[in-house]
């Protein structure tokens, strides 16, 4: 075989690995996308299939929380810098941050009447973050 063609099939097998890596690549990256639909988005696109599993996000709207007659399960909105809002359902023990006016990504699906029923529920704190056991009104200061 001559240098030519071994350069060539050398090439072309060094090509065919660089598309395969960089299609691996683009597939992992799309499934773990973490992005979430703000009220605003849903209000301008939409509401996904119901049954299908997505994240909202925002914030928990005051005043709006409230808990069934057993307690297990807690009704509220979310509510983003537009006029749109989102009423979620939850059943479970909610984050120790979790609290009204506080930033919550909820994941679930869609109901056939719009209700959006959270599986899980992640709250979000902003970067002054510290934990009850450190403040200074707990310690004592």
């Known amino acids: 075989m001559r240098a ?4 060539l099939y050398t090439f072309g097998i060094a090509a ?3 598309l395969a890596a960089a299609g691996l690549a683009f597939v992992a990256l799309r499934q773990n996308a973490n992005l979430f639909y703000t009220p605003q988005t849903l209000a ?3 509401l996904p299939k119901a049954g299908r599993e997505v994240k909202v996000g925002g914030w928990v709207e005051p005043g ?11 009704l509220f909105s979310v509510m ?3 006029d749109a809002e989102i009423l979620v359902s939850f059943t479970g023990i909610a984050p120790d941050l979790f609290r ?3 930033g ?3 994941i679930g699906q869609f109901n056939e ?3 959006f029923t959270a599986r899980q529920i992640l709250a979000k704190h902003d970067e002054n973050y510290q934990p009850r056991e450190l403040r200074p009104e707990a310690i004592g200061g």
């Open 4 to 7: 030519r063609t071994r350069r």
């Open 16 to 18: 065919i690995l660089l």
């Open 44 to 46: 301008e696109k939409g």
């Open 64 to 74: 709006s929380l409230t808990y069934s007659d057993d307690g297990a399960t807690m």
């Open 80 to 82: 983003d810098n537009g």
């Open 100 to 102: 009204e006016g506080q």
């Open 104 to 106: 919550v990504v909820a």
């Open 113 to 115: 009447d719009g209700t």
